[in-house]
């Protein structure tokens, strides 16, 4: 990977942790703003709803206590019952063809409405059977009858009913009636089936509507007002049904108790006031819920009525119907999640739960529009910085990268002569300047390094040379030698040989002996000039005597020669291996060249020679008290110095050359390997 990419890989994954970071922060804060908002307008919206509900309720039961307690339930309660007791033999015909025309009605008007109603019905024969005389002949007046105002009862009814239908229908009343004491419905405003009846007998005892009138008249106050909650109330084909009831007094204080009146409320004033639209969210929706679970009103995401049809099964209702109050987040009873502000509503001893709910995609709608406009101020800071990273980078890394990299790459190739053309103040700038600095030793080394290459290759040469004319002098003074000295030995030893011979062919012995004499004289002569001459090539006392007698005898002999003194000293460690042949042979030549060097150069009047052996190595140290050995700079450059250093370096060893006021010191070691 390259170091481009991964930079702004890099910077890419600070970005978007970055952004993404602040996006989130920001997209919490903005939710729980708008959550908060929206929960503070769902709690206004639902206690506004349950107030106008409220109201509704109340305003009802005013109506219905103004009902009450006015002329109309009085007098009614007291007429009534005397006008239907008097009915039966007001009316034509007897009573069994009455109940049969009665059944008859029942039949077609009412039955097959109860039945499409799924509604369990005791059958028109079954439930006119069980009504009474007086009950037969009301209901025959009302339904069937001609001319109401042939009766005492048809009379009251003309006077009365437009009166309570005109309150009815200011209040929205679905139906009002009028109960006696003792349980008997003497006014219906519908002329529905209860006209007549006894609450307290078969079908009727134990119905919701027969619980309304009981507790009316069994309680204890005029004041008392009554409520049961919606149910499906079978006369009205099972449409649901509220009935609120209040006992109804006479007008003087000795009348006591009459009866009481019942308001049947329906559920569409309650859904008309709670489905209102609010103006706020389109799917803002306020419902009540009974303790029963199930909805008081019908949902806007139902086209039928869901009125106590669905149950709504959620924390917030379980809750509310709990007594409590707040708003939460939660799944409604479309498992959409909501958010829902909740609150009992308690009228007359019923407790509803109120809702008011908008679903939190809708409340969330504006965050997700921030979202996106965080996503494209990303995408367009991330361009920009993008770019504007990518030009800094190109300036400020990766050019002077590419320029060290070139001058690497140069470097590879043997090329030192070319500086890093990197002149910046930065880190970059300053590896620029060390590699150039680097780059200048390793330059001068190299020169002096090849200076010295040159010089040796030089010296090699001139020893070359050297050794050729040494080698050349060496026979022709050997050639001379031999000629000189053998030759004219042998010439004598011939003239000897001859005159001896004569001598004998003359029988003269005179002086064969004497000359006999001389001629072994002059081969002894012969043999040590032989000998002396063999010694030059090869000092035979190396091969005899080994290398420390042969340089102990080389000494002497030398100082016989010159007059220089000399005295040799030798060290051998008891660890130290046998001395190789060619080391000793080495340190023999080196011993001659220096001591060699002494009579020529030094005026020394004497001469030390120390071998030590050690077990590592093996070293020769010569020391003269001549004048002194210049600097290497400053002396004649012959080839013995070389010569000798060569002959060290064949061993991996070396010669060191000291040189005080007062004499010379040559030093050569050569190492003594373990299996050597
Ligand atoms: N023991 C010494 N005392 C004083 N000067 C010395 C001594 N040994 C060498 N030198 C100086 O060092 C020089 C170099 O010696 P080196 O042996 O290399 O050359 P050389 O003796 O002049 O010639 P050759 O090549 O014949 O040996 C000599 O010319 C001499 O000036
Ligand atoms: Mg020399």
New binding site residues.
């Given amino acids: 990977m390259k170091i481009s990419a991964k930079l702004l890989g890099s910077v890419l994954i600070i970005f978007v942790a970055a952004f993404g970071g602040l996006a989130y922060l920001a997209d919490r804060s903005a939710r729980s703003a708008l959550v908060f908002e929206a929960a503070q307008q769902l709690e206004v919206v639902r206690r506004s709803r349950a107030e106008a509900l409220t109201t509704y309720f109340n305003s009802s039961y005013d109506g219905l206590k103004a009902a009450a307690g006015g002329v109309t339930p009085d007098v009614l309660l007291h007429e009534m019952p005397r006008a239907i007791r008097r009915l039966p033999r007001e009316v034509d015909g007897d009573t069994s063809d009455r109940r049969a025309r009665l059944i008859d009605y029942y039949k077609t008007t009412i039955e097959p409405g109860l039945i499409r109603s799924g509604i369990a019905w005791p059958s028109a024969e079954g439930y006119v059977s069980r009504l009474g005389e007086e009950a037969i002949a009301l209901q025959s007046e009302a339904f069937v009858g001609a001319d109401a105002h042939r009766t005492a009862y048809g009379a009251l009814h003309a006077q009365y009913h437009p009166r309570v239908v005109d309150f009815a229908r200011s209040s929205n009343w679905l139906n009002v009636i009028l109960v006696t004491a003792d349980g008997t419905v003497v006014y219906t405003m519908q002329k529905g089936i209860e006209l007549g009846v006894n609450l307290r007998s078969d079908p009727w005892k134990g119905t919701r509507l027969a619980d309304a009138v009981e507790h009316a008249i069994h309680s204890d106050g005029r004041d008392r007002r009554f409520f049961t909650d919606y149910a499906p109330y079978a006369p009205a084909f099972g449409t649901p049904m509220s009935f609120m009831s209040t006992p109804v007094f006479g007008t003087h204080d000795t009348d006591g108790l009459l009866g009481a009146i019942v308001l049947f409320v329906s559920l569409n004033e309650i859904e008309r006031t709670l489905t209102e639209h609010s103006g706020f969210g389109s799917t803002e929706e306020t419902y009540a819920v009974g303790p029963d679970l199930r909805m008081r009103s019908s949902s806007r995401f139902h086209a039928e009525p869901t009125s106590l049809k669905l149950v709504v099964d959620t924390d917030a209702v379980h809750r509310a119907l709990a007594g409590e109050a707040g708003t939460i987040q939660q799944l409604d009873y479309r498992k959409e999640r909501v958010l829902s502000s909740f609150a009992p509503l308690s009228f007359a001893g019923v407790t509803w739960a109120i809702l008011a709910e908008i679903d939190i995609k809708e409340v969330l709608i504006p965050a997700r529009a921030l979202r996106l406009r965080i996503v494209w101020l990303f995408v367009a800071f991330t361009a920009v910085a993008g770019a504007l990273l990518v030009f800094v980078l190109r300036r400020v890394v990766l050019a002077p990268i590419g320029t060290l990299t070139h001058a690497a790459q140069r470097i590879e190739h043997g090329d030192f002569e070319q500086p890093v053309a990197l002149d910046t103040a930065d880190e970059f700038g300053q590896l620029g300047r060390v590699v150039n600095t680097m780059m200048g030793s390793v330059r001068s080394s190299l020169h002096s390094t090849q200076a010295r290459l040159a010089e040796s290759q030089i010296d090699l040469r001139q020893v070359a040379a050297?050794l050729n004319n040494v080698r050349e002098q060496e026979r022709s003074r050997l050639a001379r030698d031999v000629h000189d000295q053998l030759g004219q030995a042998l010439t004598a030893f011939k003239m000897d040989v001859a005159e001896v011979r004569r001598r004998l062919g003359r029988d003269d012995y005179s002086g064969a002996g004497a000359r006999l004499e001389e001629v072994s004289c002059r081969i002894d002569a012969a043999i040590d000039e032989t000998r002396r001459l063999a010694s030059e090539l090869h000092p035979p006392a190396l091969d005899d005597v080994g290398v420390i007698d042969a340089m102990r005898g080389y000494l002497l002999d030398y100082s016989r020669r010159t007059g220089i003194a000399g005295t040799f000293d030798a060290d051998v460690a008891p660890a130290a291996p046998p001395l190789p042949k060619d080391h000793g042979t080495a340190l023999f030549r080196i011993l001659q060249?220096?001591l060699?060097?002494?009579v020529?150069?030094?005026?020394?009047t004497h001469v030390d020679v120390r071998l030590t052996v050690t077990r590592d190595e093996v070293a020769l140290v010569?020391r003269?008290d001549?004048?002194?050995?210049?600097p290497a700079g400053q002396?004649?450059?012959?080839?013995?110095?070389?010569?000798?250093r060569d002959r060290a370096l064949l061993f991996g060893g070396d010669v060191s050359?000291a040189?005080e006021p007062t004499?010379?010191t040559?030093t050569a070691r050569l190492p003594l390997a373990e299996d050597s």
Avoid: K, Q, W
């Fill in positions: 050297r060249e220096g060699t060097n002494v020529r150069h030094a005026e020394a010569v003269d001549g004048r002194g050995i210049p002396r004649a450059r012959g080839l013995g110095v070389v010569g000798m050359i040189g004499g010379t040559v």
